[in-house]
């Protein structure tokens, strides 16, 4: 008996079937573990990256990270994870959230599920930083948890990926 995929599924049959989620970090959080530590914590870059990567390996998950301190970076890691056929994006997009058109435009073509996320309250801070480009078009929001707001993200997209592999397979059974 043959099994119909439809959409993303379909798409990704090409590649892995694991989980395949993009940990994006926008500017100034390579510095994570000496900046503004008051509001950004100690832990490092290197630190969330590798608890993220362990606990998606854990999970039988394909986890990649990727920061960088420019727009146009970022912008192309997106459509690299929409030719990807990637699951799900967590991202910071750091001093971005509240200036990049051009990125939430990116990430609405990629039609990719995301969530975002800030390590400290934004809504605590200057008013500046209480407008976010992306929140809107994110499935949600963390802000505030600090490091462990990633943890929490990471959880989330997992349950999201299995619960939208169960309901299309439920889809498939029925359609036949
Ligand atoms: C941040 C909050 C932003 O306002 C700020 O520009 C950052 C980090 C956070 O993680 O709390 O760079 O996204």
């Known amino acids: 008996m043959t ?6 599924a379909a798409a990704k049959s090409a590649h892995s079937l694991r989980p395949h989620i993009l940990v994006l970090h926008g500017p ?3 510095l994570l573990g000496s900046r503004e530590p008051q509001h950004y914590g100690v832990a ?3 630190d969330i990256n590798q608890d993220l990567v362990g606990r998606g390996e854990a ?3 394909l986890v990649e990270t990727f920061q960088h301190n420019h ?3 970022l912008i192309e890691r ?3 994870a929409a030719r990807d056929h990637a699951d799900f994006i967590i991202i910071n997009p750091a001093g971005y959230t509240h200036t990049s058109v051009a990125m939430r435009d990116a990430l609405a073509a990629s039609a990719i599920p995301f969530v975002e996320i800030h390590l ?3 809504y605590a801070r200057e008013s500046f930083r209480h407008h976010s480009y992306f929140s809107d078009l994110a499935v949600g929001v963390v802000s505030g948890l600090g490091a462990q707001g990633y943890e929490l993200a990471l959880e989330y997209a997992l349950r999201h990926i299995q619960n939208r592999t169960s309901h299309g397979s439920q889809k498939t059974e029925k359609a036949h």
Do not use: M, P, V
Request: charged fraction near 20%; charge should be positive.
């Open 120 to 122: 400290s309250n934004i």
């Open 78 to 80: 997106i459509h690299q």
């Open 71 to 73: 727009e146009g970076a």
């Open 3 to 8: 099994t119909k995929r439809t959409g993303r």
């Open 44 to 46: 490092t870059l290197d």
């Open 59 to 61: 999970a039988g998950a």
């Open 28 to 30: 100034n959080l390579n």
